[in-house]
């Protein structure tokens, strides 16, 4: 399915806007790991309160765009393309979902309308965590939170119930430590009597946590497909201009091969994130088996083609002030950070023993 002139004009406003922070812009950070916070804050700033993709899937009446995942992935595809971190996957996708189904709407609408006018950012605890609540404080670890730092409240699930906590009020935490990609840091929330809100009680919330994470991980196969596309792109600028015995190398065989798998590799998995997004939600589909099969494919597309744009690129490839070691770092991250191959893998294998994969 081709995409609609609107998602075509949103494309090349994205591009536009993260020109500037891409590697070789102007305010691309070589050193994320330095001042990588602040540098993601200026992006995202920019995102929500020019171009408002805050609220893309959020529905009308709530401040929002009313668009759905098929809109949020082209975000997260020139996110990835641009190498830019910020927590649209977290807030926008993983946050606005759960919130959309929560039956309790009073807390739930307010934290959407905060999301949807770019005034907070919400992100969930996803991993495994133990948390116990009493008289409305809340003390435990929570694992797997993305983009923590740069979030404002995270929701959580404990006894049945989904509850929210300030991360910026008394007995919250965030411990961070450095992972793979210098500009994606592994987080998590240490809460001790820390006060908490309950956002929904009525409804089903491991299902929300389900569906938003389903959503979640096609959001960040769309990343990697845009980080995977960059560095093709950056391929197919080098070869042509780097010379070797008076010829520039993108007229050998070899290396014409390899940019053509390259280039069908990436394709493949843009047509696969894009209509999975479309399909995603609608009657009929295993929602859970298609995030895993196109996160599977699109997570091993980028770590392959990123890692041939290394060497493709030759000495200066391996070099730390050259970008193309990023993208690898960026794909490698996506594939580990919020889940894992192993763990979609799982999914797979548990729906083909219960007949249930189509």
């Given at each position: ?34 001042s ?26 709530l ?9 949020a ?27 959309t ?26 991993g ?15 694992g ?18 989904l ?7 008394r007995?919250?935490?965030i ?36 569906r ?34 008076g ?112």
């Open positions: 399915m081709n995409s609609t002139p609107e998602q075509l004009e949103l494309v090349s406003t994205l591009q536009s806007a993260l020109r500037d922070f891409a590697p070789g812009g102007a305010r691309w950070e070589s050193d994320p790991a330095a990588g916070r602040a540098h993601r804050g200026e992006a995202w700033s920019l995102l929500a309160s020019q171009l408002g993709v805050t609220g893309f899937t959020i529905a009308d009446e401040g929002g765009v009313g668009g759905d995942l098929s809109d992935v082209l975000v997260m595809r020139e996110l990835g393309r641009a190498l830019v971190q910020v927590p649209f996957a977290a807030s926008t996708v993983f946050a606005a979902s759960v919130l189904g929560a039956a309790d709407a009073g807390v739930g609408n307010s934290l959407l309308r905060s999301i949807a006018a770019g005034t907070a950012v919400v992100t969930v605890a996803d495994p965590h133990t948390v116990t609540i009493a008289d409305g404080l809340a003390t435990g670890e929570l797997r939170v993305l983009s923590a730092t740069e979030a404002d409240v995270v929701l959580f699930a404990s006894a049945g119930a509850w929210s906590a300030d991360l910026h009020g007995g919250a935490a411990v961070t430590v450095a992972g793979i990609d210098p500009g994606w840091p592994v987080s998590q929330v240490s809460l001790s009597a820390a006060l908490v809100q309950p956002v929904s009680t009525g409804a089903d919330v491991d299902a929300l946590l389900r938003g994470r389903f959503a979640t991980v096609l959001a960040l196969s769309a990343e990697a497909v845009g980080v995977a596309d960059a560095a093709l792109r950056a391929t197919l600028e080098f070869v042509a201009m780097r010379v070797q015995f010829e520039p190398i993108g007229s050998f065989q070899a290396v014409q091969h390899a940019c053509a798998d390259m280039f069908v590799s990436v394709e493949t998995a843009g047509a696969l994130s894009r209509e999975s997004a479309i399909a995603f939600g609608q009657s009929g589909v295993d929602e859970q088996a298609l995030a895993a099969t196109t996160f599977l494919y699109c997570t091993s597309v980028a770590l392959a083609v990123t890692g041939s744009a290394i060497q493709l690129h030759g000495g200066i490839g391996f070099t730390w002030e050259h970008p193309a070691h990023r993208y690898f770092k960026r794909a490698a991250a996506i594939e580990s950070m919020f889940t894992t191959p192993d763990e979609q893998r799982m999914v797979l294998q548990l729906a083909l023993l219960e007949g249930t994969l189509s």
